[in-house]
Nanobody, 115 residues
Framework: VQLQASGGGLVQAGGSLRLSCSASTSGFTINAMGWYRQAPGKERELLASISSDGSTMYGDSVGGRFTISRDIAKNTVHLQMNSLKPEDTGVYYC??????????WGQGTLVTVSS
C-alpha cells in the first residue's frame, strides 16, 4: 500500500486547509483511514479516523473543527480543517488499516499555522 498526502501548507490562524490522502492498495482492501499529527516535541496523536462503514472517531484536540471524509471508490481520505490555531502546527500523517489489520503510513505533510 502506498499513500500520497497533499494539501499542507502555511495558513493564518482562523483559516482553513483541506488535506487529502490517496492510497494505492495493490490488491489490499482498506478498512479504516485516518489522520494523525505530530507537533514539534510531541508524540503523534490521532486526529480523526473513518471506517469502511462510515463511522468516524475524532481526537480530543479537534474540538469539532475538523471533519474527516472518505471516497471509498477512490481510496481517498480527506481532512477538512477549519478555525486553525497555531497549536495545530505539525506534520500530518495519513494512515490506512487493511482488513488484515496491517497499518500503512503516508510520508507526512507539514501544516504551519501562523498567529
Amino acid at each position: 500500500v502506498q499513500l500520497q498526502a497533499s494539501g499542507g501548507g502555511l495558513v493564518q490562524a482562523g483559516g482553513s486547509l483541506r488535506l487529502s490522502c490517496s492510497a494505492s492498495t495493490s490488491g489490499f482492501t482498506i478498512n479504516a483511514m485516518g489522520w494523525y499529527r505530530q507537533a514539534p516535541g510531541k508524540e503523534r496523536e490521532l486526529l480523526a479516523s473513518i471506517s469502511s462503514d462510515g463511522s468516524t472517531m475524532y481526537g480530543d484536540s479537534v474540538g469539532g473543527r475538523f471533519t474527516i471524509s472518505r471516497d471509498i471508490a477512490k481510496n481517498t481520505v480527506h481532512l477538512q480543517m477549519n478555525s486553525l490555531k497555531p497549536e495545530d502546527t505539525g506534520v500530518y500523517y495519513c494512515k490506512v488499516t487493511t482488513f488484515t489489520t496491517t497499518d500503512y503510513w503516508g510520508q507526512g505533510t507539514l501544516v504551519t499555522v501562523s498567529s
